[in-house]
């Protein structure tokens, strides 16, 4: 005897009263959701222009080199912190397990942020605004970004990336 056999004839049954109600619910949820995935992309705040560029990961550690020497202010922790020039490009990179270097910006300035990988997936996530996005190797994701209020600000890994996930944070400094 085999265990897979035809229903027996009439075993559907149309959903009736207040599952009908749940089905037409949920479809409905369905439809605000996809109506809202567009309409954020366009109106939402807090999103990327989705400006990207290739960039081998040799060639962005070495932007990065170039930027963390030439706008070095400190140190953190043993990792720099740079200061970009207002209205100018800063770097961040991200690596088994950290976010480098500690970036120092000014509040109400706009800047162009440069981020990459150089080994693999990881998520920028900007606490506690709560901004998320991803970060791959080989692309130069290029984020616009003013900062609105003066403070720290961390920046935690959300991608699962190894053994080591759990301790790459970075930081924002954001003055006056
Ligand atoms: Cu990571």
New binding site residues.
């Given amino acids: 005897m085999s265990s897979i056999q035809s229903p027996p004839a009439g075993w559907f049954k149309a959903p009736s009263g207040s599952e009908r109600l749940w089905i037409g619910i949920a479809m409905a949820w369905c439809i605000v959701m996809t109506i809202a995935m567009p309409y954020w992309l366009f109106f939402g705040k807090q999103n990327s222009t989705g400006e990207s560029y290739r960039v081998t990961p040799a060639a962005f550690a070495k932007r990065v080199g170039t930027f963390v020497e030439s706008h070095k202010v400190g140190d953190l922790q043993g990792v720099p912190i740079v200061e970009p020039a207002p209205g100018g490009d800063a770097y961040l990179l ?1 690596r088994m ?1 950290q976010w480098y270097p500690v970036l120092k910006l000014r509040k109400n300035q706009t800047y162009r942020v440069h981020i990459s990988s150089m080994d693999l997936q ?1 998520g920028f996530s900007l606490q506690p605004l709560n901004m998320n996005f991803q970060v791959l190797p080989t692309y130069d994701h290029v984020l616009t970004l003013t900062p609105t209020s003066a403070g720290e600000f961390s920046i935690v ?1 959300n ?1 699962f ?1 190894g053994i080591g ?1 759990h301790l ?1 944070t970075g930081r924002i400094l954001v003055e006056e």
């Fill in positions: 991200a397990w990881h890994c991608e990336c996930h790459m």
